[in-house]
């Protein structure tokens, strides 16, 4: 089987291509990346010379190159990882959220209508649920939780999943949906907690907690969430949606001290600085739907993968070093100089 994974030069895409490519070696696996600043060709440096690997360098919302690349390999299967996923960002400027979030998904969506309705994979954020209240652990997202977004990233990507279930309603388009938790895991870009708090950790920087750090976010290594959508993509029901996590909430704050603590630095790196607008208090999955139907289960502790990410980090210094010296660093001085 032939199978387009957009957004394969970021964080998860390229952790599913890693995986694809291990599980099931027989299928052709093209990647389409625009490579925005958060795409890493040395993330793919490890299958680019698979012959069942191509790298396409593409925007998905290039409606005639994609119909172009859509005639060239005649895919079974698209799996829609491309966005642009960073909240802080989507605040200070949300027009390419929208374009690529919800145009690029209608293009790639009409791609598979033109081209003999191809199975279409979508992979969406537990954001579009919007947040719960810190103080009742007993709630959590089902799949049928509303839609109740705050960001402009959150918003976007709910605009996008409400059009994928409009085209299978009323194109008949063969569409899944997964809704997952915050991930981590390696190649994982320093703009996120997590790989942000390894890095500066390992700079001696200052850790810049948001407010007070009592955030909670529901955590899965990057590798469940791949096992989770290769699941959904073969076995799961067309036009269903399923949420993905795994029972793992913690604090922002709780998080950062176990970083410091396994990197053996001082907890005086702590920041505390001002708070990120509409920031949501609490997010938590329930798997229940895609543990009963599909037998899906994390397999990865927090405790064993955030020593695993943090091994990785301390191996892959020259992946994020070549990341933090470039442009980015412009955007940390921005986001973080007056907080
Ligand atoms: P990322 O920012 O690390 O990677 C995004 C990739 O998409 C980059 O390689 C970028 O170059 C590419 N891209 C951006 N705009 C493009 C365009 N117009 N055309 C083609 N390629 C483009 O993001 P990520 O963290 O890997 O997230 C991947 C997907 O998973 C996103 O859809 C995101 O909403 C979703 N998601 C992420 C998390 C998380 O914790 N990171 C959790 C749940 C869902
Ligand atoms: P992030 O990794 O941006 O993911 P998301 O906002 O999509 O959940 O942030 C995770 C949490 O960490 C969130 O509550 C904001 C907080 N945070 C900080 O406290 N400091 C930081 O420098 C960053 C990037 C995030």
Redesign the pocket.
Known sequence: MTIIVTGGAGFIGGNYIHYHLKEHPEDRVVCVDKLTYAGNLSTLAPVMDNPNFRFVKLDICDREGVMKLFEEEKPDVVINFAAE????RSIEDPGIFLQTNIIGTATMMDACRAFGNVRYHQVS?D?VYGDLPLDRPDLFFTETTPIHTSSP?SSSKAGADLLVMAYYRTYGLPVTISRCS?NYGPYHFP????P??IANCLNDKPL????E?K?V?DWLYVEDHCKAIDLIVRKGRIGEVYNVGGHNEMA?ID??KLIIKELGKSEDLITY?TD?KG??LR?AIDPTKIHNELGWLPETKFADGIKKTIKWYLDNRSWWEEIISGEYQNYYDKM?GNR
């Open positions: 996923s960073h909240v802080d954020t954001e990233y915050n703009e996120k907690l997590i942000l708090m810049p907690v948001y407010g750090g955030n976010r922002n998080i950062v600085v990120r920031h949501d997010y973080y």
